[in-house]
Every structure is written in C-alpha cells, then in structure tokens.
C-alpha cells in the first residue's frame, strides 16, 4: 500500500464520521492527519516500522494505531465500527465527485440512499433537486458521475449495453442495403457485464453504412474506419465495433464475433482433427481452402462442423460441444415461453404507473397475468406500504383484476424481510394476498450465520413465495450479502418458496451459476423484472438470458405455468 491509500481510509473516517454527526473536532483530527500522510515524502510504512510515525504532524498515538491495522488488514476497527452503524455502500456514493460528505449525509439522512442504484433512480425520479442545498444540475451531475465510475470499472451492466446497443442497431437496420444485423460478443452471449459492444451487417455495399454509423448522434469519436470494420466512442464512453461482411458470410462471422474464445478455440482444435478449418470466412476443408463449406447462417457453421446448434448463452467452453455433439443439449427457457410476471411496483409505492397501466401493459405484451408487489414500509425510500394502505391496496388489485376477463392480476407485495427475519407486514393480509416476494433492503452486513437465520426465519413464517433478488448484490456495485446458500435452499424447498432470477438493471440476481446450482438442488425457480414502469417490463428478458445461461428450460422456470399452477406450486398458498 502507499501513501495515497492510507490517506483514502483516513479520510474514509473523516466523511463517515460527518454522516454520523459525529463531533466536529474528531472529524477535523481525521481530515488533518488524511493530508498529512497523503502528502507525506517518506513512505508511511517506512516511518510505522522505525515508530517515527507520532512525529508527523496530527499523528498522535491512536491515529497511529489506526494505520498499523491499517496495514495489517486494509480497514481498522473504527472504519469497520462505522461502515456496521451505517452502510458500506457510502463508500462507493463518496467516491462521486462534487457531492462530498456534507451532501451525501443529507442524501442519506432525508432519503436513506446507501447505494448507487437507489440513487441514480432517486435522482432519474427528480427526487434529489428536492432536498435543501440541491438542485437539478447536482442532480445531472450525480447521474453523470454514477456513469463515470462504473465506465472507470472497465464495464458497463448487460442491461444499459443491450439498450445502448439496440438504439444503434435499430437505427442501422433502416438503411439501404442493409441485409441482416446482429448484436455479437459478450451481449449476445448474455455476460453480465459488457466491455465494448459488437455490431455484424451483412451488405453488398458497407462504404454507406461505416459512414453512417461515425455520424450517429451518439457518437463522440471514430477511433478507426475502415471498408470493413469502423470502431466508435459513444458520448457515453462506450466502444462499439462495426464490422460488415457479405451476406453470403454472415453466419460464420457472427459466430466468430460473437466468441467465447475459450470456445473457439476448442471448437477449431477440434475442427483440425476432422480436417477442417474454422475462421470468420466460414468453415473449409483443409484440401480446399478457397470455397467455403459453410458459413450463410452460423446453423450452417454448426452443422458442417457435426454439431447442433449452440445457443450464444451456452459458448463458454464447458461441456457445449461435447453435448452438441451428443445432442444432449438442454433446450432453454426463451421469451415465448413467459406466461406472466410476477415481480412489479406501482404508484402505490416506487412506481411510475396505476395497477392498470400495468396489468394494461402486461397484457400487451402476451401475457396472461402478473403480480403487482409494492414495498412493505420499512422501505421509506419507496413510500412503502403500512397495513392499512397494503389492504385497501389488496381491495384495488382485486377491482381491476375483475375488470380484466381473460388476464390475472395477482394480488402481492414486496415484503421486506426485517433485521431478526421477521416480515415487515401483519401476517393475515400477507395470507390474504396471492403472492408475496420477500426480500432484503437493509442490514447487508450481518455475519454469514446471522443471515442465514434470517433468511430462513423468514421462510419458516410459510408466507413466503419466492425470496426477491435472493442475494441483493448490484452489478458493479455491491458484492451480494453472504449466508449459507444450501440450508437456505434447503429450507426453501421444504416449505415451496421459489428463488427469484431478478431481472431489473444493475442486479440479474440470482447469478446463472447459482440460479443453476439452486434448481440442480431441487429449488424453484422463478423470474422477475422488478419493473418500476410500463417500460422496465421488458426487463424480465434479462432474467430469460440469465436463466438461459443457467441452461434452464421452460420446465424449470415457473413463470411458464399457468397463474392457477404457478400458485399451486408455491408454498404461501398451499398451507
Ligand atoms: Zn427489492
Ligand atoms: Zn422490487
């Protein structure tokens, strides 16, 4: 460690301690001595080892212990003390530049933001320029910065790169001579975090369209063009990287473009053997190099190479080939196969649309029912819901459920599952409901132990359908909370309690590996887009991709049943 980062905890401490409201003077000996290391010369392990530490100024002997457990674990007992009191999340919010201690305790005293995704959607809401000493430029530079930093993590959460990618595809597809567009790479593919964006056309005439695609709106700057491949920086700081090819080579470009690495080169060193060869120009035998015997659609690709088709979800080099080979390849969950969603807010709460705008929504989007779930009101950030308010609630989904002949409108909630595990409603109206999402939104930090009782009390109270975002990590933001995943599951499945792929930006949580391991297990499995509007419905495609990549068939994924036999699989209902 150098200087710098001993300085970072210091004055970690210092803003933590002003969040608090602790006294001013401990706060300023915080901030003096932060300074003092970070522009210190000598380096400050050098002057612990020699204890000529106390001789720098503001140093005294406890802000000396606090760096030796500094150096011996990166954090201190005070810092950890504070990050227990109030959420480790503030870290990451201090690090926006421009907001600073002051702001962020306001942010957190009137709205108790403690991470970066409530906050961008308090400050998208306009819920920020509302605070005293606020305003709408804090506002957009709030929302700016929260860009910034996760572009200074290197990657950008799938959702936010699909819907950067697809406004640039739809623009493309509209112009002459464009054949076919895909998406390619790590977003076709469905990892959870995307570097730069891939883009594959198939025309006779690329010059046109590499001209258009450097003057789009969103671009900021051509880093290369050329007659095949022009690469651009977005406003936003994301790379997109056009490539166009004959139609009659789509396929096996795309499927070239699209990766992993790891599969292809399994895939050509298994092609050698077979006396083929495999590139972005399509696949040849090795006696004929110059025609190709495949490579129009990457179906084609596969099946010259004696395999079925590979989903883009399952090209990461596991068993893939092996079971295409075999055809023993799972045939996965897709779109189609949704019949309803059961993870949704309103206006009632944290929501920007009535029950039946989005039931209205729902519907126009095929399906057969939803579930509208607004928060408990421990959640005061989202206006959640007391007893009184969640009955007359109940009473309002069951109205508009009636007015609706050939659709389902589930009554449920987003039920906060307390500190002690205990449910954050009167447990007759959560009996009374159709369905009822637990969830965690506070105490992230408990011991492992503690929150696997937690979890598990919670799922004792048989109330429970599914557990809501069932680790709460944020992509690219907070690590997800730590319990015994096998007892919790195996006390889900004891009692029918399903476990959430949620699909909102910034969380697909359950992750495919566990979302896999989980229904391996025996567990439920259920998908949810936690959708806060008409709009983010669309979100429950992410939670498909994530399901897809835990190679999950509609069988396993019980938003594929009917509402009756969705309720009649889970445990709320049964008992
Ligand atoms: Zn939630
Ligand atoms: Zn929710």
């Known amino acids: ?161 699909r819907r950067i990618a697809e406004s640039i595809e739809d623009q493309l597809r509209q112009l002459d001579g464009v054949q076919d567009i895909s998406i390619a790479g790590s977003l076709r593919r469905g990892r959870e975090t995307i570097g730069d964006i891939d883009l594959v056309i198939a025309t006779d005439d690329p010059a046109p369209i590499h001209q258009k695609f450097g003057s789009l709106t969103e671009v900021d700057d051509v880093l290369v063009t050329g007659e095949t491949k022009t690469s651009v920086r977005l406003r936003s700081g994301v790379q997109v990287d056009l490539r166009t090819v004959k139609p009659s080579l789509f396929g096996s470009a795309l499927h070239y473009f699209t990766g992993s690495k790891e599969h292809h080169i399994t895939l050509r060193t298994r092609a050698k053997r077979q006396g083929l060869k495999i590139s972005e120009y399509g696949v040849f035998s090795l006696e004929n190099e110059d025609e190709p015997i495949a490579s129009r659609t990457e179906e084609e690709v596969y099946a010259a190479l004696g395999l079925d088709y590979i989903p883009p979800e399952l090209r990461e080099d596991r068993d893939e080939i092996e079971r295409a080979e075999n055809h023993s390849l799972p045939s996965l969950v897709d779109l189609d196969d949704i019949r309803g969603d059961i993870h949704m807010h309103t206006t009632e709460t944290d929501g920007n649309a009535s029950i039946q705008e989005m039931a209205q929504a729902a519907a126009e989007r095929g399906y057969q029912f939803i579930a509208i779930t607004d928060h408990s009101q421990d959640v005061r950030v989202a206006n959640g819901m007391t007893p009184e308010r969640f009955a007359a609630h109940i009473e309002a989904i069951n109205q508009v459920d009636q007015q609706m002949p050939d659709f389902r409108v589930l009554s449920g909630i987003e039920v906060d599952i307390l500190k002690d595990g205990s449910l954050d409603m009167d447990h007759d109206l959560l009996a009374r ?104 419905l669309d979100d429950l495609r992410f939670a498909v991709q994530q399901a897809r990549r835990a190679e999950l068939g509609p069988e396993s994924i019980l938003n594929s049943l009917s509402a009756e036999e969705l309720l009649s699989r889970v445990g709320k209902t049964r008992s």
Not at 449 to 461: G, K, N, P, S, V
């Open 433 to 536: 409901c159709d369905w009822v999402v637990g969830s965690i939104h506070s105490h992230f930090t408990l011991s492992p132990e503690a929150m696997t009782e937690r979890l598990c009390t919670a799922i004792d109270t048989g109330l429970l359908s599914c557990l809501g975002h069932p680790t709460g990590r944020i992509l690219g933001g907070r690590d997800g909370y730590e319990y015994d995943f096998d007892v919790v599951i195996e006390k889900a499945i004891e009692h029918d309690v399903a476990f959430e792929i949620n699909g909102s930006s910034g969380r697909l949580d359950l992750n495919a590996d566990r979302a896999r391991y989980a229904q391996q297990k025996g567990a439920l499995i259920v998908l949810g887009s936690d959708a806060h509007s008409q709009r983010g």
């Open 1 to 161: 460690m150098d200087n710098r980062d001993y300085a970072r905890v210091l004055s970690e401490i210092a803003a933590l301690m002003q969040i608090k409201g602790s006294n001013r003077f401990r706060i300023r000996a915080f901030e003096n001595a932060a300074r003092t290391v970070e522009t210190q010369a000598q380096s400050i392990e050098d002057l612990l080892d020699s204890n000529e530490i106390t001789d720098l100024k503001g140093i005294g002997d406890s802000i000396a212990q606090d760096l030796r457990q500094i150096r011996e674990r990166g954090t201190c007992d005070l810092h950890e003390s504070l990050l227990d009191d109030l959420d480790p999340g503030l870290l990451v919010i201090l690090r926006i530049q421009g907001l600073g201690p002051k702001k962020v305790k306001a942010i957190y005293d009137e709205l108790q933001i403690v991470e970066i995704e409530t906050l961008r959607k308090a400050a998208e809401a306009q819920k920020i320029r509302e605070l005293p000493g606020f305003g709408a430029r804090t506002e957009e530079k709030i929302l700016s910065e929260i860009e910034r930093l996760e572009r200074a993590g290197g990657r950008i959460p799938l959702p936010r790169a």
